[in-house]
C-alpha cells in the first residue's frame, strides 16, 4: 500500500482550510475568491494524491472535503439568527460602514441615472454567533414603476449588495439580488428570488427584475413608501417560515432549528452553480 504523503501538519491544515471555505460560503456565497480557493485547494490536493497514492486516496479526500465543508456550514447555520421583528431606525450616511462608501455612491448613482429617487438611510440590527451586527440600507423608488431599490451595507461581514424587488395585489414578493440572500435558504411560496450577477450594472440588474414582470406571479404594485413595505414584507415571511417550522422562536430572534440545518446548507451549496 502506498504511504500517505503528507504529513499531520499538512492535514490538518487541509482540514483547517476546508472548515475555512465552508464557513465563508455560506456567509459571503459562492463570491469568486470562495469559488478559486475551493477549486485550487481541491485540484491541487487531489492532484497531490492522485500522482503519489492512486485514484482512489484522491476520490476520498474530495469527499472528506466536501463533507467538512458541510459540517463548517452546518455549524454557520446553527448560529445565524433571524430578528422575529426587524425594525429600521433613520440614520444618515455616515452611518454607512467606510468600505462601503464607495460603492454606495457608485450603485446611487447608477440608479438615479435610471429615474429612482434617494427615500431615505436606515439601520437595521440582526445577530451571528451570538453577537449584535448591522446593516446599513438605503432605499431608493421611482414615481412611475412598480420597483423599489435597497442598498445594503453590512458592518461585519464586510458585504454591500444590491436588491430591487416588486410585490404583487396577491402578495407575490419578487426580489432581485446581486448577492446570496436569506430568502433563498428557505421554501416559501410568496418569495420569488432571482440572482444576477455581482458585477451586473444597474441598467442590466433593472432590465432583469423587469423581465421578471411578465410572469404569471400577478400585477406588481406602485410603491408608496419603500422602508414600510420592506417591514411588511419581511415579517409576513418570518411569520410563514415559524408556521411551517422552518425557524424557530429563540427569544426575540428565529434560529433554523437542527432538523432543517442540512436542507439549508444545500441550497447555499446549490448556489455555488448559479
Known sequence: ???????????????????????????????????IGVALLVVGVAGGLTAYTGQADALGLVAVVLGVSVVAMSAAVLMHR?????????VDVSSCPRYGRKKLDEWTRGFE???????????????FAGQTRRAFIRFLSHHSRTTWVEIHVLDEPKIAARLMASRTREGVYLPTVDRQANEEFFRDPQTHVVRVRSAATCAEMLRRHEDRAVEPNGSPIVVEDPPSLHLEIYNGWIGRLLRSRQL?????????????????????MAAWFH
Open 1 to 35: 500500500m502506498a504511504e500517505y504523503p503528507f504529513p499531520p501538519m499538512a492535514q490538518a491544515l487541509v482540514l483547517l482550510v476546508c472548515a475555512a471555505l465552508g464557513a465563508a460560503h455560506f456567509v459571503w456565497g459562492p463570491t469568486r475568491p470562495v469559488k
Open 248 to 268: 424557530a422562536a429563540s427569544g426575540s430572534s428565529a434560529r433554523i432549528p437542527i432538523g432543517h440545518v442540512l436542507g439549508a446548507v444545500f441550497r447555499v
Open 82 to 90: 433571524l430578528p422575529i421583528e426587524k425594525s429600521l431606525a433613520p
Open 113 to 127: 441615472s435610471l429615474g429612482f429617487s434617494h427615500r431615505g438611510d436606515y439601520e437595521s440590527p440582526w445577530r
